[in-house]
């Protein structure tokens, strides 16, 4: 015991040391945060971060716009705290872009933006706007937005559904590699343990899965349980389990001949208890190397279906759906709008590609 916890001071130790798997950690603390308190964080908290102006489409990062904001007659039921946090608030106003405004007598007038060079003249009663409270009008009812990164072209807040979107990419990769893990341990233990036909048929099973291309399988899974928010998370961690069950097994072939593992078969243990308790334990660095790496691939693989329409569905944010709902902006001048989500990908990935090179560094006693 007092061996084992020597053995993880010292890899947190050499962890600490390796400047990249830091910084990689520091990225997904972040990340996971951001995921957690997205929806208090971004300027955009509704539903999704789905609040669309469509007047204001495609604008680059740092546009402001001035908004007369009405609300409707009837409020909404109280939300929760944890509704809040985990889904957005609903609005019950509507925002309407303006270039200016004035007040002639009870009515406020207003030059409704269309585009940079058109606007529309409105007018509204200010009573009705402030519900007969006019002192409020320019306090509560006319209001300024920035918009950090820009708009989509729906005209809603990139920054808004980049933070919301976050929480999609931890979400299938944390899924997938428990998915991949629970399966690729438990086969992969059992074929490296029993030898013999376990191990044929559990090798055979995973020399099949091996051959097909995993996009293809991937896609067949999708196409089976449907296009979703759950189902991508299950299709991609269904085919990602074969190199954790390679790899599982190959360590517990090892370690199975190891004196420890003689004299717990000595001393009457079962099998599944070895496997469990003594086994498992050891061959755990190995496992969250490999685990870091999946995870990193299927945050990529979670992009590359939304991109291709299968993956996460809209309205609901993703990176991978960001890129596709902009790309036709990147032969325009204003790239960032595909650019950016693409971005956190490659920061993300880097992030858990940096900590697992650190932690195989960590875990290795030779160095």
Not at 158 to 183: F, H, K, Y
Not at 303 to 326: D, H
Request: proline share 4%.
């Amino acid at each position: 015991m007092q061996q084992s916890f020597s053995f993880k001071q010292q890899t947190y130790k050499r962890l600490k040391k390796n400047k990249g798997a830091v910084f990689g950690l520091c990225v997904i603390f972040i990340a996971l945060f951001i995921s957690l308190f997205g929806y208090i964080i971004a300027p955009d908290n509704s539903p999704n971060a789905d609040l669309q102006t469509v007047e204001i489409q495609a604008k680059k990062l740092g546009y402001t716009q001035q908004f007369l904001k009405i609300y409707d007659d009837v409020s909404l039921p109280k939300t929760s705290w944890f509704t809040k946090i985990s889904r957005g608030k609903k609005n019950n106003y509507l925002l309407i872009p303006i270039s200016n405004y004035s007040i002639k007598n009870d009515s406020l007038l207003i030059n409704k933006f269309i585009d940079d060079d058109t606007s529309v003249v409105q007018y509204y009663s200010i009573n009705q706007l402030t519900k007969n409270q006019p002192n409020q009008l320019t306090k509560k009812n006319i209001i300024v937005k920035k918009y950090w990164l820009g708009t989509d072209k729906f005209g809603r807040d990139i920054l808004s559904r980049l933070i919301i979107g976050t929480r999609v990419s931890l979400s299938v990769g944390l899924i997938a590699v428990l998915i991949a893990s629970g399966i690729g341990i438990i086969l992969g233990a059992l074929a490296g343990y029993y030898k013999g036909k376990t191990d044929a048929v559990i090798m055979w099973i995973v020399n099949v899965t091996w051959a097909i291309p995993t996009l293809l399988l991937v896609f067949a899974i999708t196409m089976a349980l449907g296009k979703g928010f759950w189902q991508i998370f299950i299709a991609v961690g269904l085919t990602m389990w074969v190199p954790v069950a390679r790899l599982v097994r190959g360590q517990v072939l090892a370690v199975k001949e190891l004196e420890y593992v003689t004299a717990a078969k000595a001393l009457g243990f079962t099998n599944f208890r070895i496997i469990i308790r003594h086994i498992l334990p050891n061959i755990l660095g190995p496992i969250l190397v490999l685990a870091a790496s999946t995870f990193a691939t299927a945050i990529i693989v979670e992009a590359g279906l939304s991109f291709l329409g299968i993956g996460v569905q809209p309205p609901q944010p993703s990176w991978g759906l960001m890129i596709k709902e902009n790309y036709n902006f990147l032969i325009t001048n204003n790239p960032l709008l595909a650019l950016i989500p693409g971005f956190a990908i490659m920061l993300l990935v880097l992030a858990f590609n940096l900590l697992g090179n650190g932690l195989r560094d960590a875990v290795d006693v030779k160095n």
